[in-house]
């Protein structure tokens, strides 16, 4: 071989190692997060989303770019703010409600999903062929309410054992699972309910003098994005009303409401996480099985429920995972 011929051939060997990797070389994924409430909540939020998706190995933002779309509470947003996630190209999307994972189902059967809902069944609605195995573009996080109705109703009697009148405050844009299990939880338990619709956040005023005029002995908030984001004003307007209530979200006895029971967001938020990083790492949402809450916290509010002249008993104090005094 000639010099010149070597030579060259030298210079196309040291040119290949850096043309293949400019060809290989991306753009990290994209995980479309699709918020119901404000922005500076949805960071909040996406925090343990991202240590789950960092306990399996991969880091954002080097390894995954998370793109988030929130509403600030307004349901009119869902569409428009979806399609754009769609026309991001994202990897994946991550709706995080019942009318976002309906939106996101019906926008597209490629894009695989995971969702977090606490609202939904998945199988009576079709989410999902089994929790095993999903068989979709869907996965996620899902709660059985249906258990909750009873436990809830259990604390309240405890807190009240007078209770016979209960308003349920129910968000129309879930289903109605929950308020199916409500009904069923107090058939034949002496407990007349009253369901209040609550469909913005411009409604809660509205919605609460309308509890308050009912004079009941207990109110249910039922979960819901509304619910979540805004658990801190109804808190307050529960406390204006001095209605003895239980939500699902902790924030809501911490913030002056009578009692929360439900499931630690934040695990659940990681369990998000490392779903997402299932699905970046190839396998498809049909054949990664859903999940369902395994942690849960019960938060009594003492100052509350002495300013509501109610005792709290023994048996419930011993179960409380937090009691603010």
Known sequence: MRRREFIGLMGAAAAWPLGAGAQQARDPPKVGFLFPGPDSMAAARSAPMLEGLRSVGIEAP?????????????PTRVAPLLAELIAEKVDVIVPLSPQMVRAARAATSTIPIVTFDLESDPLEGGLLASFAHP????????????????VWLQFLKEANPGLARLVVLWDPNTSTVQTRAVAAAVEGAGVKIDVLEIRSPAGLDAV??????????????LSSPIMSVFSKQMAELAVKHRLPA???FANFARSGGLMAYGPDLDA??????????????GAHPADIPAERPDRFELVLNLKTAKDLALTIPNSLLARADEVIE
């Open 135 to 150: 068989g979709g573009n869907v996965t996620g996080v899902f709660l059985d309410f249906p258990d909750f109705s009873r």
């Open 62 to 74: 080097s390894q995954a770019s998370l793109i988030t779309r929130a509403t600030g509470g307004d």
């Open 208 to 221: 609460f003098d309308a509890a308050s005029a009912l004079r009941p002995d207990g109110v249910m908030l």
């Open 246 to 248: 239980i939500s699902l």
């Open 268 to 281: 659940l938020y990681r369990k998000v996480g490392v779903l997402i990083g299932k699905v970046l790492k």
